[in-house]
């Protein structure tokens, strides 16, 4: 027990003790049939459909399911110990965090999203809620406890990251069923939120933001794929490939190594696409597996929660993932601890018995919570045409600065030769467009293409282009 106690200590910081998962299969025996038999039809509802797409689709079903169900068994073998030093683990990922952040940054710490060499921003904004409800739930000694708990707020707001508060605000509402730190959680999100409020930092303004920050398009191109492929999806870790270049290139790092310089390397272009995700659970497990596979892991949060029925922890734990995966894909595996984290917690959950109508009826609630983005779009209205104010793109300057009349638009700039390559991120349409080309830009004729995307439906969809011609 103490030896577990140490790997679940480590795991934040060193991502790749998970991958020693499957020496727990045999842990799998101590749990009940039920249980058994819902992880059976997962495995089944991975298997299957991948049985038609090819054998590189089974292949990567067949390790994805030996994956899970090891991370299960150990989550079994861990019930005893339960998730308590897992919060030691996060207070040193915390530190890191702050570290690697002031050497990317340097004095502009402070105005910008927090990085770590191996967590996306919006990764450390799960894992600063994580750390959150670890302190108000586990009886760590109260300095530890006191620190943990502030430490994952600060990170969780230097993150920037509105997925993690929106872990927070549902995993906090489902503590509320079952004990009174629930209330604290939800205690702890309104003063996050009056903290917010009253900086003027622009990480703190994102959590007052509403716009998806190209989610739509993702979501919009995973959709496209599983209507192409409704029974058997494209198979595990593939649909990534689809989905290369929607908001990134071919391969991107984490922000921290691009930060720094370090470009993704030619040789792992071909498998970027095994870190592009669509963003939404509900949508991956689509493109992926199909309606059978979306049903399958559905049926296994399900199973989930209905085992944590009763235990604050689990429950908010389960709970948060879920929120975040509307949004975001936390629980996508293997990841550097974020979606193994879950797989643990719902072997503790597992081990504790459930009715199956309860579970039932837990998958039927899952599934509307990931599909609550869709619902929301889907009932936007088209804004009216916006007005082009003016454009100024001096010749040989490599700047540029668009401004529109117009609400309810976002826009992306792209710049085009022989292939295309976005400028930036993406804007408020309403405000000023002001942009910059590539250094080092070879010489010649380029098209400068401004893309105004409006709600539509499940995504968003692009409604205008003004193109422009310049010189370099």
Not at 72 to 77: K, L, M, Q, S, Y
Not at 108 to 133: A, N
Not at 191 to 216: D, I
Not at 289 to 297: N, V
Request: charged share 10%; hydrophobic share 50%; glycine share 14%.
């Amino acid at each position: 027990m103490r030896a577990l106690a140490w790997g679940l200590a480590l795991s934040p910081i060193f991502p790749p003790l998970s991958l020693l998962s499957p020496l727990f299969l045999p842990q799998l025996r101590k749990l009940p049939k039920a249980a058994w038999a819902v992880l059976a039809l997962y495995g089944l509802s991975l298997l299957l459909p991948a049985l038609f797409v090819g054998k590189e689709a089974l292949t990567l079903a067949a390790l994805r399911l030996l994956y899970v169900l090891g991370l299960v068994g150990a989550g079994v073998a861990l019930a005893p110990v339960g998730l308590g030093p897992l919060g030691y683990g996060l207070f040193v990922l915390y530190l890191e965090a702050f570290l690697a952040s002031y050497l990317a940054f340097g004095d502009r710490v402070s105005s910008e999203r927090l990085l770590h060499p191996y967590h996306s921003p919006v990764g450390l904004g799960l894992m600063g809620t994580l750390g959150i409800l670890l302190a108000l739930h586990v009886r760590y000694p109260w300095p530890f406890r006191v620190l943990l708990g502030l430490l994952g707020g600060v990170v969780l707001l230097l993150s920037g990251s509105r997925g993690g508060l929106l872990a927070l605000l549902v995993g906090g509402a489902a503590g509320v069923l079952f004990q009174r730190q629930g209330w604290l959680a939800l205690g702890a999100a309104g003063l996050f939120l009056l903290l917010a409020g009253s900086l003027e930092a622009p990480v703190a303004q994102r959590f007052f933001q509403t716009q998806l920050s190209g989610r739509e398009g993702l979501w919009l191109r995973a959709y496209e794929v599983f209507q192409a492929h409704p029974w058997t999806g494209v198979g595990p870790y593939l649909l990534g490939d689809k989905l290369k270049g929607v908001l990134f290139g071919d391969c991107f790092l984490f922000p921290f190594l691009e930060r720094r310089g370090v470009a993704c390397p030619e040789a792992l272009k071909p498998l970027g696409g095994l870190w592009t995700f669509a963003h939404n659970h509900l949508l991956q497990s689509l493109g992926e597996s199909g309606l059978l596979g979306a049903m399958g892991l559905l049926l296994l949060m399900g199973a989930f929660l209905a085992g944590a029925w009763g235990s604050g922890l689990l429950f908010s734990l389960l709970l948060a993932f879920l929120a975040m995966g509307m949004v975001d894909n936390p629980f996508s595996v293997p990841s550097p601890f974020r979606g193994e984290v879950f797989f643990l917690a719902g072997g503790m959950a597992l081990l504790r018995g459930f009715r199956p109508p309860l579970a039932l009826g837990l998958a039927g609630a899952s599934a509307l919570l990931l599909g609550l983005p869709f619902l929301y779009l889907a009932t936007r209205t088209a804004p009216p045409p916006p007005t082009l104010l003016y454009a100024a793109i001096p010749q040989g300057k490599g700047v540029g600065a668009v401004r529109l009349q117009g609400e309810g638009y976002r826009a992306q700039v792209w710049l085009c030769r022989e292939g295309c390559r976005r400028l930036g991120w993406e804007w408020d349409a309403s405000k000023p467009i002001l942009f910059s080309f590539p250094e080092n830009l070879p010489p010649g004729r380029y098209q400068v293409r401004i893309v105004l995307f409006g709600q539509h439906r499940l995504a968003q969809k692009p409604r205008y282009v003004l193109p422009f011609e310049v010189e370099r």
